[in-house]
């Protein structure tokens, strides 16, 4: 195939984050339940007659690799430019040594939402179509994993690359063996709607790295029981949560969520700045049932449950504290191929 585009959607975890980190859930697994959102990376893999070309099309940022350097200059560690260290690692991996990859993400590095695992879906599902190497939506999901926790070695977890594959409304259990399986949840369309409804996302404009946190909390894991027993809460309410959206109690995430937050607080010692925790009394205080900072506790991006008849107040407060609300709506298709339609724009494809 001389061109081909992919795209994969960001998520939101309800329940359960942080069990998907290999130092736990290898000893005692691990349950997730997510929810993927309409923002996405886009990842293109297009023909050259010669050279590997790496494109970040959000920064402009390029490196041109020609082809009799190509085993010199791609091997581990991967160095590159901080926008193009994804497009060399997969290339890398597939052994690309001719054509351009090229990346853009609507997705905002650092707010939470799963970002760096939907950039390398994006870049697995369009690189292995490219190199006709056929991936189902596990292989593509372990695939980045795999290159995000080992080439690039940033010490993640499983759920974003899985969430993000798949798309949907999904309880994720990670093994100890290493395995994962991915359950729709069995949710009505009403259920769903006032889910939909009632989760509200909010944006301070602020960026950190998961990484050092989730070194922290990966250390910790092994040796501190506070940790282990609060990880192990967390994993509970992961099925709590599934059990409470499959019943139509909507309702329950909420305050599942805000049992969540209080239990964040024994996963790392900066799981929260006191800014942050006073924004999220302040959201309580004007109408939230509970809510969550994403990303690993240190995002940019609040996820609120709150009621309809208390948005407008919850607005305003979080409005007075630097917060503002970004529209997202629930997707169902997880990682697709795409056709150009010749004018530029992307139709999702199968």
């Given at each position: 195939?001389?061109?081909?585009?992919?795209?994969?959607?960001?998520?939101?975890?309800?329940?359960?984050?942080?069990?998907?980190?290999?130092?736990?859930?290898?000893?005692?697994?691990?349950?997730?339940?997510?929810?993927?959102?309409?923002?996405?990376?886009?990842?293109?893999?297009?023909?050259?007659?010669?050279?590997?070309?790496?494109?970040?099309?959000?920064?402009?940022?390029?490196?041109?690799?020609?082809?009799?350097?190509?085993?010199?200059?791609?091997?581990?560690?991967?160095?590159?430019?901080?926008?193009?260290?994804?497009?060399?690692?997969?290339?890398?991996?597939?052994?690309?040594?001719?054509?351009?990859?090229?990346?853009?993400?609507?997705?905002?590095?650092?707010?939470?939402?799963?970002?760096?695992?939907?950039?390398?879906?994006?870049?697995?599902?369009?690189?292995?179509?490219?190199?006709?190497?056929?991936?189902?939506?596990s292989a593509v999901a372990e695939t980045a994993f795999r290159i995000e926790a080992h080439v690039l070695r940033r010490g993640c977890g499983k759920q974003d690359q899985y969430a993000?594959?798949?798309?949907?409304?999904?309880?994720?259990?990670?093994?100890?063996?290493?395995?994962?399986?991915?359950?729709?949840?069995?949710?009505?369309?009403?259920?769903?709607?006032?889910?939909?409804?009632?989760?509200?996302?909010?944006?301070?404009?602020?960026?950190?790295?998961?990484?050092?946190?989730?070194?922290?909390?990966?250390?910790?894991?092994?040796?501190?029981?506070?940790?282990?027993?609060?990880?192990?809460?967390?994993?509970?309410?992961?099925?709590?949560?599934?059990?409470?959206?499959?019943?139509?109690?909507?309702?329950?995430?909420?305050?599942?969520?805000?049992?969540?937050?209080?239990?964040?607080?024994?996963?790392?010692?900066?799981?929260?700045?006191?800014?942050?925790?006073?924004?999220?009394?302040?959201?309580?205080?004007?109408?939230?049932?509970?809510?969550?900072?994403?990303?690993?506790?240190?995002?940019?991006?609040?996820?609120?449950?709150?009621?309809?008849?208390?948005?407008?107040?919850?607005?305003?407060?979080?409005?007075?504290?630097?917060?503002?609300?970004?529209?997202?709506?629930?997707?169902?298709?997880?990682?697709?191929?795409?056709?150009?339609?010749?004018?530029?724009?992307?139709?999702?494809?199968?």
């Open positions: 195939m001389s061109t081909v585009v992919a795209k994969a959607p960001a998520r939101i975890s309800l329940a359960g984050g942080g069990t998907d980190l290999p130092a736990f859930y290898e000893r005692h697994g691990g349950a997730v339940v997510s929810l993927t959102i309409d923002a996405y990376a886009t990842a293109h893999a297009a023909r050259r007659a010669a050279d590997l070309e790496l494109v970040s099309a959000d920064t402009g940022a390029r490196e041109l690799i020609p082809t009799p350097q190509f085993s010199r200059r791609m091997r581990p560690p991967i160095l590159a430019e901080e926008f193009l260290l994804y497009q060399k690692a997969v290339a890398w991996h597939f052994g690309i040594e001719r054509g351009t990859l090229s990346l853009s993400s609507a997705i905002p590095a650092g707010a939470g939402l799963g970002s760096s695992g939907a950039v390398c879906v994006a870049l697995v599902r369009a690189a292995a179509e490219f190199v006709g190497e056929e991936l189902d939506r993000s594959a798949f798309g949907g409304l999904n309880l994720i259990e990670f093994f100890r063996d290493g395995s994962v399986d991915v359950t729709p949840l069995d949710v009505d369309a009403q259920a769903r709607a006032t889910l939909q409804r009632r989760l509200m996302v909010f944006s301070n404009g602020s960026r950190r790295s998961a990484v050092l946190p989730l070194q922290e909390q990966a250390r910790r894991s092994e040796s501190d029981p506070d940790t282990v027993l609060a990880l192990a809460r967390l994993k509970d309410m992961a099925y709590e949560t599934r059990e409470a959206l499959e019943r139509g109690n909507a309702d329950a995430v909420g305050q599942i969520m805000d049992e969540a937050w209080k239990a964040k607080q024994h996963l790392n010692s900066t799981v929260a700045s006191p800014e942050i925790l006073r924004s999220y009394s302040v959201a309580r205080a004007a109408g939230a049932v509970g809510g969550k900072l994403a990303g690993a506790g240190l995002g940019g991006t609040l996820v609120l449950y709150c009621h309809e008849d208390g948005h407008d107040d919850v607005r305003r407060a979080l409005a007075a504290e630097g917060w503002r609300q970004r529209a997202v709506a629930m997707e169902q298709d997880g990682a697709v191929l795409c056709a150009d339609d010749g004018a530029g724009n992307d139709i999702i494809g199968g």
